[in-house]
């Protein structure tokens, strides 16, 4: 019975392979500041039915985030934190209503689109300083396919900071998102009781992923996070853009 609640009924194979992934994720978004969470949303869909893919990946997600938030706590560049608040909470509350009614798939593509246009071009001033909109553009997005990671990230880097400010800074802002993402979804009727055991063992498997990545960034330049970062992105944005017109292409079809 315990066993049962620890691996919420997919057994213990596939619960070691998702505590194993959630482990390696954190460790990939603490040491190159994005990714872990598109790999961990990558293997959830494999394993996990699809309606529950992205509120478990949400509370997944809130736990690796906490953890990393705290070991750099320190670092966060608070002045875009309450516009980013602001705007978070007007896109949640937006998604929330909407979550069913818009094309994922056309999301998925201009979201691939926008991160594609922040590596290869250099963005206005306006957007550098635009966190309340980034904030409620992520948060009303992660409502339909969980992983804005990206997108946020991708915001972060035209503030140009240093790559532990980067990190401590993404950490807190998915934090926020993700934690209102886990209420609007406990709102809707999500029942997170049954996934509970499992979710424990992957934030505290992605806790100390983030623990080893955190010494892996702190051995690393600049140059090389910053390359590192931009060809991350460039091929979560690629992903992004094929499932949307794959999705897209099927509904079609």
Same mark, same amino acid.
């Given at each position: 019975?315990?066993?049962?609640?620890?691996?919420?009924?997919?057994?213990?194979?596939?619960?070691?392979?998702?505590?194993? %992934?959630?482990? =390696?994720? @954190?460790?990939? !978004?603490?040491? /190159? +500041?994005?990714? #872990?969470?598109? $790999?961990?949303?990558?293997?959830?869909?494999?394993?996990?039915?699809?309606?529950?893919?992205?509120?478990?990946?949400?509370?997944?997600?809130?736990?690796?985030?906490?953890?990393?938030?705290?070991?750099?706590?320190?670092?966060?560049?608070?002045?875009?934190?309450?516009?980013?608040?602001?705007?978070?909470?007007?896109?949640?509350?937006?998604?929330?209503?909407?979550?069913?009614?818009?094309?994922?798939?056309?999301?998925?593509?201009?979201?691939?689109?926008?991160?594609?246009?922040?590596?290869?071009?250099?963005?206005?001033?306006?957007?550098?300083?635009?966190?309340?909109? %980034?904030?409620? =553009?992520? @948060?009303?997005? !992660?409502?339909? /396919? +969980?992983?804005? #990671?990206?997108? $946020?990230?991708?915001?972060?880097?035209?503030?140009?900071?240093?790559?532990?400010?980067?990190?401590?800074?993404?950490?807190?802002?998915?934090?926020?998102?993700?934690?209102?993402?886990?209420?609007?979804?406990?709102?809707?009727?999500?029942?997170?009781?049954?996934?509970?055991?499992?979710?424990?063992?992957?934030?505290?498997?992605?806790?100390?992923?983030?623990?080893?990545?955190?010494?892996?960034?702190?051995?690393?330049?600049?140059?090389?996070?910053?390359?590192?970062?931009?060809?991350?992105?460039?091929?979560?944005?690629?992903?992004?853009?094929?499932?949307?017109?794959?999705?897209?292409?099927?509904?079609?079809?």
């Amino acid at each position: 019975m315990i066993a049962e609640l620890l691996h919420a009924g997919l057994g213990w194979p596939i619960a070691i392979v998702l505590i194993g %992934t959630s482990f =390696l994720g @954190s460790l990939i !978004t603490a040491g /190159f +500041g994005i990714g #872990g969470g598109a $790999v961990m949303l990558a293997v959830l869909a494999t394993f996990v039915p699809p309606a529950a893919i992205v509120p478990v990946h949400g509370l997944v997600q809130l736990g690796s985030n906490a953890g990393r938030f705290f070991l750099f706590r320190k670092n966060v560049y608070t002045s875009m934190m309450t516009p980013f608040v602001l705007g978070s909470l007007a896109g949640i509350a937006v998604g929330g209503l909407s979550v069913v009614q818009l094309d994922a798939g056309a999301l998925q593509i201009a979201v691939g689109l926008f991160i594609l246009w922040t590596i290869l071009f250099r963005p206005p001033a306006l957007m550098r300083k635009s966190a309340a909109v %980034t904030g409620a =553009l992520s @948060s009303f997005l !992660t409502m339909f /396919f +969980g992983g804005t #990671g990206p997108f $946020v990230a991708a915001y972060i880097k035209t503030l140009e900071l240093d790559r532990i400010t980067h990190v401590a800074t993404h950490a807190a802002c998915m934090t926020l998102q993700h934690l209102l993402k886990t209420i609007v979804f406990g709102l809707l009727g999500f029942a997170f009781s049954q996934w509970a055991g499992l979710i424990v063992l992957l934030i505290v498997s992605g806790f100390l992923g983030s623990v080893a990545g955190r010494h892996l960034l702190f051995r690393i330049n600049e140059r090389f996070f910053i390359r590192l970062l931009n060809t991350i992105l460039t091929i979560l944005a690629l992903r992004l853009i094929y499932a949307g017109a794959t999705d897209i292409w099927f509904q079609a079809d």
